[in-house]
């Protein structure tokens, strides 16, 4: 609530100043992200940030931003994917980030969402891969998988796209470990006060709360098997094989072997067609790219390039024209 007020209150600010601008022209537009210390938060108020452009704001050939004329998009923290699904299809929210896996399964009433389709969201873009963390304790060591056995274990926030992909694996592997619903600042805090052996995190790299973990504390990443990482494709098909560069986080200096998931951008087919066709357009301006390169370091992996990979729903109406605009698709 405090993010919104401040965006309120500049918003206003600026329509005071400008003098003719009025109430009216003003359109608030809610991104459901995800935890504060994970990426979706930042990446979602990087877009957020690119496709507003209040009443009263300097036009973009100006040196304001390109964003959409009298738009105020709002970068709301929330238990991620599966919540930002739901919260889409309830029309709570407008749009959101949300891992491929859950995009498809709510479109299509699997998993999470057996027997209750949310066959009204749609894609706006493809944004980046989110690596899997499987977290240790500093100094702590597991051959496999199975060596999680009798641990207490975060499998990440109720609502979130990775804790249904975790206990997915957890399930495969008949592993049974003291499981704890945690946030990923919740699950670095327990881990850093000897609280919980291990957590789950699917997300961009690096997370802020891993960064400030690895500073003070100190913690394992496991590195998962060729094997490991064939399996966990051949269960959720979603998950790709994946590294995690050395030096990511400061205090892990050898390549990591994991998988990864798409992080999506999504929105409602309820939403108007030239509004998300205008929000498009946006996303992949060249002012953007430079707040996205300078932004967050997961940034420079959103490329328009790659805006239709692994895009296995409708995309939406809006989207769809300004992808075939600029040749994309037929």
């Known amino acids: 609530m405090k993010l919104r007020h401040k965006i ?26 995800g935890g504060a210390g994970g990426t979706y938060f930042p990446i979602g108020g990087l877009i957020a940030n690119a496709i507003s452009s209040p009443p009263g704001s300097r036009s973009c050939e100006e040196g304001g931003t390109c964003g959409v004329p009298g738009l105020v998009a709002i970068a709301v923290s929330t238990n991620a994917s599966v919540a930002n699904v739901n919260a889409i299809h309830a029309g709570q929210l407008d749009a959101g980030l949300a891992g491929a896996q859950s995009v498809v399964q709510g479109y299509n009433g699997e998993g999470k ?15 980046y891969p989110e690596d899997m963390h499987l977290v240790l304790a500093n100094g702590t060591s597991i051959d496999s998988l199975k060596g999680l056995e009798g641990m207490r274990v975060g499998v990440a926030a109720a609502g979130s796209g990775t804790q249904v992909s975790v206990r997915m694996i957890l399930k495969h592997y008949g592993i049974n470990a003291d499981e704890q619903e945690l946030s990923l600042g919740q699950s670095a805090q327990r881990l850093a006060d000897g609280q919980l052996d291990a ?22 990443l496991y590195s998962f098997s060729d094997e490991e990482r064939d399996t966990i494709n051949s269960i959720i098909p979603y998950y790709v094989h994946s590294m995690i560069p050395a030096g990511v986080y400061e205090n892990i200096t050898v390549d990591t072997s994991t998988v990864a998931v798409n992080g999506q951008l999504i929105t409602s087919v309820d939403q108007d067609e030239e509004l998300v066709y205008q929000i498009t357009k946006a ?3 060249d002012k953007t790219r430079g707040l996205l390169d300078k932004g967050h370091a997961k940034g420079k ?23 075939k605009e600029v040749g994309m698709i037929d």
């Open 8 to 33: 309120v209150a500049a918003a206003v600010g600026l329509m005071m100043a400008a003098g003719a601008a009025s109430a009216q022209d003003m359109k608030f537009w809610r991104i459901g992200t």
């Open 113 to 127: 969402f057996e027997g209750t389709p949310k066959d009204n969201i749609r894609v706006i873009a493809n944004l």
């Open 199 to 220: 957590f789950f995190y699917a997300g961009g790299t690096p997370f802020a709360a891993l960064i400030q973990l690895g500073s003070t504390k100190g913690f394992e």
């Open 283 to 285: 996303l992949w301006s």
């Open 301 to 323: 992996a959103i490329q328009m390039e790659t805006a239709l990979t692994g895009v296995l729903i409708p995309l939406h109406p809006g989207a769809e024209r300004f992808y």
